[in-house]
C-alpha cells in the first residue's frame, strides 16, 4: 500500500464523543480531511450542529449531529442505533467526552467522585462495548480513548483541585490495554491519546490577564513552549484511525510538546 493511501479514511464511519468543541471538535474535523464521515455527539446539540454543518462544507463529507449523555446508558444506545440507522457501519470510534470538577481534596463529595467515574470510565466502556460488537461483525475497528497527561502524574492543588479526574485517566490508560488485548483477535485495535495543554475552551481561561503567571509557568514547562492547537491533533488522530498504524495496538500516546519528558 502506497504510503498516501495508508491514511486515507474514504468509506469509513466515525463517532466522536464530545465533537462539538475542543480536542474533540479537532480529531473530527480531521478525520472528516481524512476523507471520513462523522458522528459527533455530546450532551448539548448547539455546538455539534454547527460543527457538523462546517464538516459537511469544508470537506463533503456526511456527518450527524446527535446528544447523547455518557452516563446514560439508554442514551448511548440510542446514540448508536442512531448512527447504524444512518450510516450502516461504525469503523472508527473517539471516546473523547469527559468531565472534570473542582474542589479541595480533603472536601471533596463523593456524589462528584462518582459521577466522574461514571461519565469518564463507565460511559466510556459501555459505549466501548456496544461498538466493539459491531466492529467483530464487520471485522475490524480502530477506537481511540482520549486520556491526559494528569494520568501518569499528581498534580498540584492549586493548579488542578480534582483529585478523582487523574484516576479517571489512569483507568482509561489500563483500560486501553486491557481491551487491545481482549479485542486482538476481532482486529480490533485500541489506542490512546494522552494530550497535554491544548488550545480549547475548556483551557481558554488561563489565557486570561489574571492567569498570566500560571499560563507563564505552563509554557516553561513545556520543552516545545507553546500549547497545541488544532493541527497538533489532528495528524495524530488520523494515524491512530487510519492503516498508517496498523501495527499499533495498546499504545498510549503522549501528545504534550515534550511536558512529561521534562
Not at 450542529?49 to 455518557?70: H, M, N, P, Q, S
Not at 488544532?230 to 496498523?246: N, Q, R
Request: glycine share 8%.
Amino acid at each position: 500500500m502506497k504510503l498516501q493511501e495508508m491514511f486515507k479514511l474514504n468509506g469509513r464511519v466515525a463517532i466522536v464523543t464530545g465533537g462539538g468543541r475542543g480536542i474533540g471538535k479537532f480529531i473530527a474535523a480531521g478525520l472528516a480531511e481524512a476523507g471520513a464521515d462523522v458522528v459527533v455527539t455530546s450532551r448539548k446539540i448547539k455546538n455539534l450542529e454547527a460543527t457538523a454543518l462546517e464538516l459537511e462544507k469544508d470537506y463533503g463529507v456526511r456527518t450527524l449531529a446527535i446528544t447523547c449523555d455518557l452516563a446514560k446508558e439508554a442514551d448511548i444506545e440510542q446514540m448508536v442505533n442512531a448512527a447504524m440507522e444512518k450510516f450502516g457501519r461504525i469503523d472508527i470510534l473517539v471516546n473523547n467526552a469527559g468531565a472534570t470538577w473542582g474542589a479541595p481534596t480533603l472536601d471533596f463529595p463523593l456524589d462528584r467522585w462518582d459521577q466522574l467515574f461514571n461519565i469518564n470510565v463507565r460511559g466510556v466502556w459501555i459505549l466501548t462495548q456496544k461498538v466493539a460488537r459491531i466492529m467483530k461483525a464487520q471485522g475490524k475497528g480502530s477506537i481511540i480513548n482520549i486520556s491526559s497527561i494528569m494520568g501518569f502524574r499528581g498534580s498540584e492543588e492549586a493548579v488542578h483541585p480534582a483529585v478523582p479526574y487523574n484516576s479517571t485517566k489512569a483507568a482509561i490508560n489500563i483500560l486501553t490495554m486491557n481491551l487491545a488485548v481482549k479485542l486482538a483477535p476481532y482486529h480490533i485495535r485500541v489506542n490512546a491519546i494522552a494530550p497535554g495543554f491544548f488550545r480549547t475552551d475548556m483551557m481558554s481561561y488561563i489565557e486570561k490577564p489574571e492567569f498570566k503567571a500560571a499560563y507563564d509557568a505552563t509554557l516553561n514547562m513545556i520543552p516545545l513552549h507553546r500549547v497545541g492547537d488544532m493541527d497538533d491533533m489532528k495528524g495524530v488522530a488520523v494515524f491512530l484511525a487510519s492503516d498508517a498504524s496498523a501495527y499499533m495496538t495498546g499504545h498510549v500516546l503522549i501528545n504534550d510538546g515534550g511536558y512529561l519528558a521534562k
